[in-house]
């Protein structure tokens, strides 16, 4: 079993940041992949970025690409997600998961979070 805890959601007006974070515990010898997902309400969950657990790949939707920065710190198993430049149309839950697999989809992750609600005002 694998735990992730997240934080850093909250309000903010369009423009501005917000940096998620998702800290892993448990079994994680198995884990090669840390993602970020999303889910706006009447929509389906969708892929926001992932990083290697080593942190050298990473892969982003065109949505995010040069706003949202995805990176981790090794020595406390954490995954952080740099939002920049929020726009309305990033309000949703944003969840964080891990897998074995290096790969954009929501099916590849074998452990999520609680999520963490990220509301943009115009």
């Known amino acids: 079993q694998v735990q992730l805890v997240e934080s850093g959601g909250g309000l903010v007006q369009a423009g501005g940041s917000l940096r998620l974070s998702c800290a892993a515990s448990?079994?994680?010898?198995?884990?090669?992949?840390m993602g970020w997902f999303r889910q706006a309400p009447g929509k389906e969950r969708e892929f926001v970025a992932f990083i290697s657990w080593s942190g050298g790949s990473t892969n982003y939707a065109d949505s995010v690409k040069g706003r949202f920065t995805i990176s981790r710190d090794n020595a406390k198993n954490t995954v952080y997600l740099e939002m920049n430049n929020l726009k309305p149309e990033d309000t949703a839950v944003y969840y964080c998961?891990?897998?074995?697999?290096?790969?954009?989809?929501?099916?590849?992750?074998?452990?999520w979070g609680q999520g963490t609600q990220v509301t943009v005002s115009s």
């Open positions: 448990g079994r994680t010898f198995n884990v090669n992949a």
């Open positions: 998961a891990v897998g074995r697999w290096l790969i954009a989809a929501a099916w590849g992750y074998d452990y």
